[in-house]
T-cell receptor, first 114, second 114 residues
Framework: AQSVTQPDIHITVSEGASLELRCNYS??????LFWYVQSPGQGLQLLLK??????LVQGIKGFEAEFKRSQSSFNLRKPSVHWSDAAEYFC????????????FGPGTRLSVLP | GAGVSQSPRYKVAKRGQDVALRCDPI?????LFWYQQALGQGPEFLTY????????KSGLPSDRFFAERPEGSVSTLKIQRTQQEDSAVYLC????????????FGPGTRLTVL
């Protein structure tokens, strides 16, 4: 069965520090991978996606993620966190031959200390 | 419009009542998705429309849940005989075509069933 795990429920970092949010997946096909961010009172917003090609993908707001097939991981990184990055982050996986229904992870809540 | 809108933003229903949740997608977007997000969880896929056709309803949890998009634009998610376990945030998303193009999410409707 398809599944996505985000091992960290809540992470706290200081402003300016680096960030890595973990995502692991179990999927029966070559996955398409996504990271979304959900700020309080806002809808989910796509940060970046990976379909194929270069395994290091760049997204909006200075985020990047690296696909590692051998580890079934797609971790999200940012070199220097800003206070406005405090939000909930969701990893999601899908595959067109499995249809249009993505599987989302449970999310990681990021808090940023001043 | 500027983005995906949903109404109402908040809905309180007594157990056994019927509710209707509305989604206005971005103008011209042919694909529309409904998700259910329980507290502290990631979104879970409910159903998918391509124009007015409901192509996937595999995520609807029971036959009390019904969605429609009769003219290929506005969509309504209806829940009959609401139960406490239906309490969640219901998210709508639209895209230009399919889930693998960027999905734009609405702010959600928070349903509380007493």
């Amino acid at each position: 069965a398809q599944s996505v795990t985000q091992p960290d429920i809540h992470i706290t970092v200081s402003e300016g520090a680096s960030l890595e949010l973990r995502c692991n997946y179990s999927y029966g096909a070559t996955p398409y991978l996504f990271w979304y961010v959900q700020s309080p009172g806002q809808g989910l917003q796509l940060l970046l996606k990976y379909f194929s090609g270069d395994t290091l993908v760049q997204g909006i707001k200075g985020f990047e993620a690296e696909f590692k097939r051998s580890q079934s991981s797609f971790n999200l990184r940012k070199p220097s966190v800003h206070w406005s990055d405090a939000a909930e982050y969701f990893c999601a996986v899908g595959a067109p031959n499995y249809g249009q229904n993505f599987v989302f992870g449970p999310g990681t809540r990021l808090s940023v200390l001043p | 419009g500027a983005g995906v809108s949903q109404s109402p933003r908040y809905k309180v229903a007594k157990r056994g009542q019927d509710v209707a949740l509305r989604c206005d997608p971005i103008s011209g977007h042919v694909s529309l998705f409904w998700y259910q997000q329980a507290l502290g969880q990631g979104p879970e896929f409910l159903t998918y429309f391509q124009n007015e056709a409901q192509l996937d309803k595999s995520g609807l949890p029971s036959d009390r849940f019904f969605a429609e998009r009769p003219e290929g634009s506005v969509s309504t998610l209806k829940i009959q005989r609401t139960q406490q376990e239906d309490s969640a945030v219901y998210l709508c998303a639209s895209s230009s075509s399919g889930a693998y193009n960027e999905q734009f999410f609405g702010p959600g409707t928070r349903l509380t069933v007493l």
